[in-house]
């Protein structure tokens, strides 16, 4: 049993590029999370599918973020011209039926200079 | 005020001490409550969830819930090194929204 992947570990990007990101969640796990988390803090929520349908977006993910889950499996976390306020921890999680029993990947760690 | 407050630490204890850790929140909605264990440079791992008030055990870890005070804690046994790592806990409400909403986490360091 293989638990939620995330690509890549690390990203290291200049100012203003874009980046991707994709998560792998639990198989059969029907509902997806983005959370970020920067240092020193817990994690904040960005948004959460359930299959394929994005059902809730927080105020955080700005009209520069763009999450999507496609066919209901992976998903992605792109984030367009990057600012240095972006630098934080990308985690995702995946559940089934219950989103009191989320279970997160390792993270992706972006650091924009 | 931040919707749910903990004390970030750190907290340094013996080994086989016993390890409280708590955290406070203000919003009466919040059903389940969990806690989650983060290694440094990983993702958090569930530890274990509550509904609503009254004690959880599982092996050296016990969690409390008083809903009266909106105070939930969660405490270490016979605490170990490998025990080293943030805590963090989270909330959610019920049948609403399906965001976890954090605390900031706190940093424990068992030393042998």
């Known amino acids: 049993d293989t638990g939620v992947s995330q690509d890549p570990r690390h990203k290291i990007t200049k100012r203003g590029q874009n980046v991707t990101f994709r998560c792998d969640p639990i198989?059969?796990?029907?509902?997806l999370y983005w959370y970020r988390q920067t240092l020193g803090q817990g994690p904040e929520f960005l948004t959460y599918?359930?299959?394929?349908?994005?059902?809730?977006k927080s105020r955080l993910l700005s009209d520069r973020f763009s999450a999507e889950r496609p066919k209901g499996s992976f998903s992605t976390l792109e984030i367009q011209r990057t600012e240095q306020g972006d630098s934080a921890m990308y985690l995702c999680?995946?559940?089934?039926?219950?989103?009191?029993?989320?279970?997160f990947g390792p993270g992706t760690r972006l650091t924009v200079t | 005020q931040k919707e749910v407050e903990q004390d970030p630490g750190p907290l340094s204890v013996p080994e086989g001490a016993i390890v409280s850790l708590n955290c406070t929140y203000s919003?009466?909605?919040?059903?389940?409550f969990m806690w989650y264990r983060q290694y440094s440079r990983k993702g958090p791992e569930l530890l274990m969830y509550?509904?609503?008030?009254g004690n959880k055990e599982d092996g050296r870890f016990t969690a409390q819930v008083d809903k009266s005070s909106k105070y939930i804690s969660l405490f270490i046994r016979d605490s170990q090194p490998s025990d080293s790592a943030t805590y963090l806990c989270?909330?959610?409400?019920?049948?609403?929204?399906?965001?976890?909403?954090f605390g900031k986490g706190t940093k424990l360091t068992v030393n042998p």
């Open positions: 198989s059969e796990h029907n509902r």
């Open positions: 989270a909330m959610i409400t019920q049948g609403g929204s399906e965001k976890l909403v």
């Open positions: 599918f359930q299959n394929e349908a994005q059902l809730e």
């Open positions: 919003n009466s909605a919040f059903q389940y």
């Open positions: 999680a995946s559940s089934t039926g219950s989103a009191n029993e989320q279970y």
């Open positions: 509550t509904y609503s008030s």
